[in-house]
């Protein structure tokens, strides 16, 4: 059932079940962290393989000494400047948290997302909330509670309606080795802002063989039309013998026979607004009758940086 009342959401929770909810960058699938069988269906429903670990979510930094422990000075400085909000950071985790959450590592990912029904949510329940995107592993990400709906239909009993998420990409990720940062996904907190509020920042997204973050797998947040990344639309149609395109551009509408389909992220080139709108594009694109789907790279500045390396991992390499 699709609804914004928090108190069906809790009886769920309550009852070690799983609910969808909203945050301010895709919707998540949540369970009870605490509870070892909750936790299990969140794994079941996504097919999500076990060595994949949740990120948990907290009401607020607070919070965090209850989850981790060993917390770097820069980790509590990003969390100061960015909660509630987009980011995760990965830190030496509590005995309290089951392996199952954190796929036994010794370490655990937390967040507070940015969105007033999950966060009244969390304040109302005594435990924090695993959750993974509210999508079926490897497949594009949910911004929208019939997005979940579409994937899941009644086997998610609840989920939480807050309307299309604001940011629209994942959390970016940052952890910590020696007590250096670390950026292992990027996210909707562009890399340049994080860089403001401390320094040093690496940047290790690319391994595929056991990915620390498994959203670095290198095929991931995919349409199930083949998908093609290019540097110019109309270049790739002319030299291809597709009859029928989905295309998806930054800000300039193209106009050609084959493009059967067009999605324009931001017609006034913001990259904000292109992150908010990626995900739905790409549903909308993936579900027209087009053979393929051609998108154009983003310039690689600020968002753009993180919607490409999305839509690197949506697409096929050619
Ligand atoms: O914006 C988001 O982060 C959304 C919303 C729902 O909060 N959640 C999300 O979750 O994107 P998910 O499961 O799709 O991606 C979480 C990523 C995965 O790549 C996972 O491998 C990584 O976080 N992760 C979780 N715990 C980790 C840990 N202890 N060490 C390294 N990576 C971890
Ligand atoms: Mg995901």
Not at 184 to 197: H, L
Request: with cysteine; glycine share 4%; net charge negative.
């Amino acid at each position: 059932m699709i609804t914004n009342d928090v108190d069906k959401a809790i009886a769920v929770l309550q009852n070690d079940d799983v609910v969808a909810i909203p945050t301010e960058t895709v919707y998540g699938l949540a369970a009870n962290a605490y509870s070892e069988a909750a936790v299990k269906k969140i794994f079941d429903l996504k097919q999500r393989p076990l060595y994949n670990p949740l990120i948990v979510h907290i009401q607020s930094i607070e919070f965090l000494q209850s989850v981790a422990t060993d917390i770097p000075d820069d980790a509590i400085k990003l969390a100061r400047a960015f909660w509630p909000g987009p980011l995760t950071l990965i830190l030496k985790k509590k005995n309290n948290i089951p392996d199952i959450v954190t796929a036994g590592k010794n370490t655990v990912a937390v967040r507070v997302p940015n969105h007033p029904l999950t966060l009244e949510l969390l304040r109302r329940l005594d435990f924090p909330l695993a959750a993974p995107s509210a999508n079926p592993f490897g497949s594009i990400s949910p911004t929208t509670a019939q997005h979940v709906h579409n994937y899941f239909n009644e086997e998610v009993k609840v989920i939480l309606d807050g309307g299309p998420c604001e940011m629209g990409i994942e959390s970016t990720i940052i952890g910590f080795e020696n007590d250096v940062p670390i950026l292992y996904r990027y996210g909707s907190i562009a890399r340049e802002a994080i860089e403001q509020v401390i320094h040093n920042l690496t940047v290790i997204t690319k391994s595929e063989q056991s990915p620390v973050a498994p959203g670095m797998l290198l095929s991931h947040y995919a349409p199930k039309k083949t998908t093609y990344l290019v540097d110019n639309v109309e270049d790739f149609i002319h030299n291809s013998n597709a009859k029928k395109i989905a295309a998806l551009v930054f800000k300039n509408p193209l106009i050609n026979a084959a493009i059967v389909q067009q999605e324009v992220l931001s017609p006034t080139g913001n990259l904000q607004e292109a992150s908010k709108n990626l995900y739905s594009a790409l549903h909308r694109l993936d579900s027209s009758d087009a053979d393929i789907i051609v998108v154009e790279r983003m310039p690689q500045s600020g968002l753009g940086e993180s919607i490409n390396d999305r839509l690197q991992r949506a697409s096929i390499k050619h």
